[in-house]
């Protein structure tokens, strides 16, 4: 099927294989349980696989990403183990297109934060707090499905100030037991790329077993594929009157590479 | 077919009738060509529909309304003819989640100033002009499909002070031969309706007639169909612990009607 | 002092008449008290006046809106005794450069609705929530010297959906005992006006005796203040090579008025 | 004078160095160029000082940052050379809120791309087009006192795609003689720092002489300046019940730091 979007969900995968807890939650490793609820909402709409950090490269290859259309990240406890190179690639590849959709504790992730240029920095509470998340943008494909408030019984919590640029797009805005909010549902275009960042969701919780969260993320996936021709926007230098154009190659969108 | 998107152009329809240079170029009406327009590039997924001025209530009852959901909006000379009653009832309509694309002198209409809340005044010079479209969103489906810059020939100059809020997303820029510049796809989102304004287009040139103007407008109706179930946004009281309903109602999406 | 900021609280002034309650709360008005913590903050630098909707025109007479530089608005139960011609009067102010705080309740008075061209509509519960009024733009100069988040122990909730335009900047999120979140802290620019929607106040809680809310009212004031000469955005018909002008009149900013 | 703003102004300093035509358009280097407009517009407001590359760390020690309020930058052949640490310690300076002010070429400068996590390429021309520099929000205090159009006669051109994130304002929108647009003004909020970026100006063109150039540059200084006190946003753990607190620390904002 030439039209289906390409997911990749990529998880770091080490609470789970050290906290039984955790494994006791998610026996398959919890990418599997995300990758499955996409699989779930999109149907034939998607191809979805997974990738862990402990693949050679990360499972980040140069023609994984050439291949991919859409990345699903979640991250936590070894965010400083992922290869700068690997970033690098990551973020060259959402910036030529490329959709990219960060999870939860993967706001600390170098990726995001390096799409972010902030700190990404948040208030923080792992104590069984029920989380709400309010759709605040009810025409938002993204918001598509799922009832407002979706209700996680038992979730960490994430609070303001979130330390992200203001967001393209407000989707979902969360409270919790304590009375702290957070901006849990934010888009952001970078490059030729769209980027989803949605907060609910925790190794210590069966978050991504939760009926609506899965539906958001698919939804997610579905909102940051963009189909156009991949390119790196690129400087170029462009002759009065050849509009479009820069130095003989074809036009489009800007975003035209130049040697 | 039950996913087409019903789609109704609604034009002004005066300047054909009356202007022979103009019925040269549109000789089927504007509404037609530009309901053309959107037919060659959505094929199978829309069914597009006219009505004018003078149709009965303007062809915009409450059982056509009901039925759309996208409406296209040409007007320029007779503004002031259209009635407050229709215009009140395409507002609850677009609240409600019809989407809305507005064409260039549609920026003084009846509809698209009271959902702006300003004046959409502008600067304007009827001499030729040479237009050129720069998408600033490349990521954006609104901006797919077409070269940056589109050229237009020859067109009516728009240029800013543009009064209108901030858009949500701007996603074209045009230049004019006279240094002129403006906000020329602007999208908005009002209640539970989507709506995207789009400036070139004119009786006086055969815009409607440019494949990449047409493709834009085909792009603008897609982007702006909604598939929620309709529904006005309405005060809701909320009682303690009877999250996302209000007296008994169901809820989702925080636009339940009460009583 | 000719750089004083000229700032008029206009207040309904009706449940201060006929609610012992509220009266004790208030017993000079709600106006009163807005004001007085509108001069307590901002001292020298501005200028507050009063004006209740039983004074001849609201005291919103074409003299009085002319020599303003910034509105406070507080309604509630007689939105609908607002006489159109006096908010069409305001309207006008507005988008010509008169800075305009709406409060609590004003968001669903007629002003309000109209500069938002949306129902303003919202969530609502009057059972002593405690509200948290959590900063999310830790820059914005309205946002200054308040603790976030502001605790206000007894107050009347209101939460998403709050049926609004996207927000220019967003500041304040708050949370309810209920759980509710809201986007209590708004701002948009309408014309060559500057609005600040905040919601914390209501006639039944003593809010606007709390030190942090009157701190934000007076530092949405100062910042709502625009200093430009006044002037409505009108259609400007602009030749070639006529910059910055229209029909000879002198040029700036795009908001020449033409005949 | 405790309420000066201290600004910086940073610059390259080296086409002045080597190249004639640059020196004999600003003999004391643009630098002081830039200074001196800066100086003419603020007065007494501002304390103006320069910083240049070959200055010991580029006259950007930890402890001139820690003074600073608000930071100016122009470079361009040299971006290379400006060295990763210190890059790193203007960013977090700049998160803990020091204003950034970024001039035309500077938008390929390491710290620019480092907050906006973008590529921020874009289409360029050196071939004396004419700029028109057009304001799309009249209501922004960098707007004031300017007209719209600013006409600079003489200018390299910037054209879309401009490969940032989308501003958190747009304040101008500029035009070239060859008929690009470019999104001239631009704000974005990183951290507790307030960033413009304004492209007129280049080494080859006299245009930070210009009357009117000077005049935004001194606005956007002005418009940066953040006067909380600075602090990094941190990673916050709270308890429940310790609403704005962490670990004991006082709260504020929700950039307490942490240990």
Known sequence: MP???HVLVWGENRHEQVEP?????????????????????????????????DDPEHGLTEEVLTELDVLVWWGHAAHGEVSDEVVERVHRHV?????LVVLHSGHWSKIFKRLMGTTCSLRWRNAQDRELVWTVDPTHPIAGGVPSPIVIDSQEMYGEFFDIPAPDELIFISS???G???????TFRRGNGKVFYFSPGDQDYPVYH?????????????????????ALPTVLRSETDDLG???????????????
């Open 210 to 230: 939760h009926e609506d969260v899965r539906r958001v993320i698919a939804n997610g996936v579905a909102w940051a594929h963009n189909d156009r021709p991949r």
């Open 21 to 53: 807890h955790v494994a006791a939650i998610y026996p398959d490793g919890m990418h599997s349980t995300i990758a499955a609820g996409i699989a779930e909402n999109l149907g034939d709409r998607a191809r979805v696989t997974t990738a862990t950090l």
């Open 3 to 5: 039209d289906q979007i």
């Open 176 to 178: 919790f037991t304590g």
């Open 95 to 99: 910036l030529s297109g490329v959709g």
């Open 245 to 259: 154009n820069g130095h003989g190659q074809p036009g489009g969108h800007g975003h035209v590479s130049v040697e």
């Open 180 to 186: 702290e909010v957070f901006r849990s549902g934010c």
